[in-house]
């Protein structure tokens, strides 16, 4: 090979500096090619309590992510040792959980349990259970487990430290580029846009498996805080929404415009500029259905302005914050697919608006259940009926059948279902839902 001088080692890369706040353009200086990228990951600190070897691996990475200025290959080496990391995280993860003992549970003998004080011990009896068929013990559960990251997945899973249904198809996609890495077979480099992007989630699944959600996070976000706000609407289509302090003055466009507006009032994500977590489905408001993307709780309404805001000064309610994933949606199919229900709604309703066929899906959007249970009545999209993780989107099946069997797989997740009983209030104009009942 070629031998560079120091000077030479010393000297950005130009391909690094292509890459600038707005994507791949004019060169950045070194100095600000150097603090940009460094800010691109400044931010995801792992929390308290992560496991050393786990930790040092992640901050060795972070430091190593900063010479990716003097040289351009650095990047694509931190997107490869992220995913390595990623199986290291779970196997930390996993011998913290064991507390130095796993048990396996085999068809026929009893349980048994063995110490392991290393994951090479873990690895070694997995491979022994797995040629006996035992599966192995995660709380109420069993998993088939060998040792290998598909079965640290199922593991994280069922022991309920992961969490979120898109975040689960994002473990997939790691886990197909992590068995590129350990296994690869062709040529791939990674940009300072990507590998920021790998650290990042890892970071937040490291956190996640530590029992961290991370607040405003992609993969594993913290719950989200709701505001009161007011929902309004006239007869000539408008609608807004406004917080509730708004309505201490007087509605000019109200008094303008002579069209008296309906009022509710609601719990709701806040619009926040700029924001990964604004709900661009809020005037889709419906309490039969969730037809808005984050959970919108009805308070009051309708009403006039001077009622809503008697209403709020008497009640004072206060904001909340809500985990909108891994949500149990119901749709109901009858004459046309309607849109998902909470539980709670279907559990209210009458003997004869409970006819057709009832999905019982999992989801974190409505949106993401109503397009799953769409796509499964063509087969050919992949998406699946029976029960179990949809490989063609985030969705999962819990069952289907008749309301009472639709009710009845609910029940096996969630509990006993405490019905609820609204008013029937919508805002009367739909882009996203408009053929409701
Ligand atoms: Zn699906």
Known sequence: MEIRSFEDLRAADNLSLAFNPYGLGSRMKPDDAAEFQQRQIADCDLAEGVAAGTRASFERLRTVFAYGVLCYDVYTM????ALLI?????????????????????????????????????????DRMARRRAKLVVATNTIEFNGMLHGLRQWARTAGLLRGRRSRTIEDALAKLRNHVAHPSGHHVDTPVGAAQT?????????????WATPGGRLYPAPLHREIAVLSWNGSGRARMEPAGALSVPDPAEEREGDEYQHVVVRAVPFIPNSRWNDDHWAEFDTRYET???????????????EARAWLE???????????????????DHERLLPPMRP??????????????WHAVRADFPDDAFAHVRGSGDRSTGHVRLPGDCPACSAEVLGSGSYDEAARATTAVLGPIQ????PAVRLPLSIFWPDRP
């Open 419 to 422: 019905a609820v009983q609204l």
């Open 292 to 306: 808005t993307r984050f959970p919108t709780e009805y308070l009051w309404g309708p009403g006039t302005r001077e």
């Open 78 to 81: 931190v997107g490869d040792q």
């Open 86 to 126: 990623y199986e290291q995280a779970l196997r930390d993860r996993f011998m913290e959980w064991s507390a130095g003992t796993i048990t396996f549970r085999f068809s026929q003998d009893p349980d048994a349990s063995f110490a392991v004080t290393s994951y090479d011990d873990v690895k070694r009896l997995a």
């Open 344 to 357: 709670a709604v279907a559990a209210g309703l009458l003997d004869d608006e409970r006819l057709g066929v």
């Open 314 to 332: 008497y009640e004072r309610p206060e904001g909340d914050s809500v985990d909108f994933t891994d949500r149990v949606f119901l749709i109901q």
């Open 199 to 211: 650290v990042r989630d890892l970071a937040e699944l490291i956190n996640q498996l530590w029992g």
